[in-house]
């Protein structure tokens, strides 16, 4: 019956968790470029009683069934889900959003790169396109102040339009990033994430190109939390809580009777 009161332990532990990401993914539903986490789960070490296949008579005949105690369960790893999320039409011309694979590459204030899914790009006093916290896009852009428009293609070629010039003036393009194992990548919060040993390193393209994805303009891409599933993810989590709560219970009670026999 001890074990019984560690098994459920283990089973509230994961499902406190499990509540924990879907709370996350809950508060990000409007978050531009967010992409939800998953917990996936593993059971513990079984305990075996009585092997399968163990000889019961010197004849030879095995039991079919053996005797496995598990000692439940336990969350093994939190992955990102980088589908597709819903598109957002602004109509702001600095607005990004990227159809397919890829991730923009953004300039962290130690010299590194971060990567992301958010298009919410602004210019800074000097026309350095960056994002909302200030971090410059990599490449870097450049608008000249004078700029009446700026057009953005799909294949990342960023052009605008000068007073008294009617021709486009092309000042740089837009190149994405890609990974092996997207999943792999670290959070860092503020909508960016790095690159690590499970991600592999970053494979750098123009959009539209090998796979990469393309740049749509006046369009964010919004958070991919499916509010009905995780609503149901909840409640599962909630009752899955309360069943492994109740086993506590259950054994307590077990225990409670054990120690209350007598002659």
């Given at each position: 019956m001890?074990?019984?009161?560690?098994t459920?332990?283990?089973g509230?532990?994961?499902?406190q968790?499990?509540i924990?990401v879907?709370?996350?993914n809950?508060?990000n539903v409007?978050?531009?470029?967010?992409?939800r986490?998953r917990?996936d789960?593993q059971?513990?070490?079984y305990q075996?009683?009585?092997?399968?296949?163990?000889e019961?008579?010197?004849?030879?005949?095995?039991v079919?069934?053996?005797?496995?105690?598990?000692?439940?369960v336990?969350?093994?790893?939190?992955?990102k889900?980088?589908?597709?999320g819903d598109?957002n039409?602004?109509?702001?011309q600095?607005?990004?959003?990227i159809?397919g694979?890829?991730?923009?590459?953004?300039?962290?204030?130690?010299?590194?790169t971060?990567y992301s899914?958010?298009?919410?790009?602004?210019m800074?006093?000097t026309?350095?396109?960056?994002?909302?916290?200030?971090?410059?896009?990599?490449?870097?852009?450049?608008?000249?102040q004078?700029a009446?428009?700026?057009?953005?293609?799909?294949d990342?070629?960023?052009n605008?339009?000068?007073?008294?010039n009617?021709e486009?003036?092309n000042?740089?393009?837009?190149?994405?990033?890609?990974?092996?194992?997207?999943?792999?990548l670290t959070?860092?919060?503020?909508?960016l994430?790095?690159?690590s040993g499970?991600?592999?390193n970053?494979?750098i393209?123009?959009?539209?190109?090998?796979g990469?994805?393309?740049?749509?303009?006046?369009?964010?891409e919004?958070?991919?939390?499916?509010?009905?599933?995780?609503?149901?993810?909840?409640?599962a989590?909630?009752?899955a809580?309360?069943?492994?709560?109740?086993?506590?219970?259950t054994?307590?009670?077990?225990?409670?009777?054990?120690?209350?026999?007598?002659r």
């Amino acid at each position: 019956m001890m074990r019984a009161l560690w098994t459920s332990a283990t089973g509230m532990q994961a499902q406190q968790m499990n509540i924990d990401v879907v709370a996350n993914n809950l508060a990000n539903v409007n978050t531009a470029g967010f992409k939800r986490s998953r917990t996936d789960f593993q059971d513990l070490l079984y305990q075996t009683m009585r092997a399968p296949g163990s000889e019961t008579s010197q004849a030879g005949t095995q039991v079919p069934v053996g005797i496995q105690l598990g000692h439940g369960v336990r969350a093994v790893s939190v992955s990102k889900m980088f589908t597709q999320g819903d598109y957002n039409q602004t109509g702001n011309q600095l607005d990004l959003a990227i159809e397919g694979r890829g991730f923009f590459q953004i300039q962290m204030p130690d010299g590194s790169t971060g990567y992301s899914r958010d298009g919410t790009f602004k210019m800074d006093e000097t026309g350095q396109v960056v994002t909302s916290d200030g971090y410059p896009l990599e490449p870097g852009l450049v608008v000249p102040q004078e700029a009446v428009q700026v057009t953005v293609g799909p294949d990342g070629s960023v052009n605008v339009i000068l007073p008294d010039n009617v021709e486009p003036v092309n000042i740089g393009n837009v190149q994405l990033a890609t990974f092996v194992n997207p999943a792999g990548l670290t959070a860092l919060g503020r909508n960016l994430f790095q690159e690590s040993g499970a991600s592999g390193n970053p494979i750098i393209g123009d959009p539209g190109t090998d796979g990469v994805g393309t740049i749509q303009q006046g369009y964010l891409e919004m958070s991919n939390v499916n509010m009905v599933e995780e609503m149901v993810q909840m409640i599962a989590g909630q009752r899955a809580y309360e069943i492994s709560s109740k086993g506590i219970r259950t054994a307590d009670e077990m225990l409670s009777t054990a120690t209350q026999l007598k002659r």
